[in-house]
């Protein structure tokens, strides 16, 4: 079971992820999302393992949701294909397995995904 972390170094919350991952030993492979964005297609995926839709990882306070998300009627695949293009937009961080996701925020939401 392959785990993955959309990680920003600039994030605290990203670190302590990942520092959990590396403490418990997890095997793992670190997607710095902001330098290497996640295609629509693989963000799909992200947001089926969540069991979320774009709305509910996406980070409001940003000048880009403001500028190109709030007040839109946009469908789900307007909403990715924004946050493609903007993915200072997604909530950070994720850590997913095959089958599911978490957004690690509290910490702990994680520890099914690895387990």
Do not use: F
């Amino acid at each position: 079971m392959a785990i993955q972390i959309y990680h920003n170094p600039r994030c605290s919350k990203s670190r302590a992820a990942l520092t959990l991952l590396q403490e418990k030993g997890v095997a793992h492979e670190v997607v710095e999302y902001l330098k290497n964005p996640p295609s629509a297609a693989e963000l799909a995926t992200v947001l089926d393992k969540l069991s979320m839709d774009p709305q509910d990882v996406m980070r409001k306070g940003e000048a880009e949701y403001k500028d190109y998300i709030q007040g839109k009627d946009l469908s789900r695949d307007e909403m990715i294909a924004v946050m493609v293009q903007h993915p200072k937009l997604i909530e950070r961080p994720i850590v997913m397995n095959d089958l599911k996701a978490a957004i690690a925020r509290p910490l702990e939401l994680i520890l099914p995904i690895i387990a």
